[in-house]
């Protein structure tokens, strides 16, 4: 299996709020994620970091094999992060109003489970096939949902911005958890909106099927985005499978 992340500032923000990172539990299993800040000067940057490098740490020393102990660990564990995050915000009044957004990956030996929360993704890619396996949390995607905007209204939609769910900011954090048959082949990527409201699927589906180590895939997409505008913090992980994983 393997792995590649990138995050770049973009061309407009002055500081990067997206955290990214990987981590392997003492059973092997690895625990890929990308969080991207919100609150702006109010610790968007605070926030991701402390949800990825405290659910990191912890995951680093957890004995589990199987995703049902997987799911539970996580639900567990956002709660948790949840509420460090909001007691942080109350501590501190420069960080008030400060939260995060999060997707993640575990890999088992055949399996994946993809959780989220908010609107960073995560997708697969197969056969030549690009499909978002998660759900953003925000307002936009639920006004796409009941048919009053569509999809490619929502991409310049002047409300695009508003999360529904996060970690941080509200006391009730659900995230988003599904298990995927994993095969040879599988490319998973996990990435802030920075990335997807600047590179259209096609464009994210000619770089995965490319030939190419999966760091210059990584760097490839970040390009993308920063020519099109960069308008945010930009965020790439890339998981590519082997035979070895998926074959186990």
């Not at 996990?190 to 259209?200: E, I, W």
Request: one cysteine or more.
């Amino acid at each position: 299996m393997d792995f590649a992340y990138r995050s770049d500032i973009g061309q407009q923000r002055q500081e990067n709020e997206d955290y990214v990172g990987v981590f392997k539990n003492t059973a092997g299993i690895n625990f890929a994620v990308v969080a991207d800040g919100i609150g702006g000067h109010q610790g968007g940057d605070v926030a991701s970091e402390m949800a990825v490098s405290h659910m990191g740490y912890r995951f680093e020393n957890t004995t589990f094999s199987e995703p049902t102990d997987a799911v539970k660990w996580l639900a567990a564990e956002v709660q948790d992060e949840n509420q460090h995050i909001i007691e942080k915000a109350r501590e501190f009044s420069d960080l008030k109003g400060m939260g995060t957004t999060m997707v993640a990956a575990l890999m088992f030996n055949n399996e994946f489970l993809m959780a989220n929360i908010g609107d960073s993704r995560g997708y697969l890619f197969r056969d030549g096939h690009l499909q978002q396996l998660t759900e953003d949390h925000s307002l936009v995607n639920e006004l796409v949902k009941r048919g009053e905007i569509s999809a490619e209204q929502a991409r310049q939609h002047p409300q695009k911005n508003i999360i529904t769910r996060t970690l941080g900011i509200s006391p009730d954090a659900d995230i988003d958890t599904n298990l995927y048959q994993m095969q040879t082949g599988d490319q998973l990527l996990l990435c802030s909106d920075g990335l997807t409201n600047m590179v259209t699927d096609d464009q994210l589906t000619a770089v995965l099927k490319t030939d190419q180590p999966v760091a210059d895939k990584c760097a490839a997409l970040i390009k993308l985005a920063n020519n099109a505008g960069g308008f945010d913090n930009i965020t790439a992980l890339i998981v590519a499978v082997d035979g070895e994983e998926a074959h186990q």
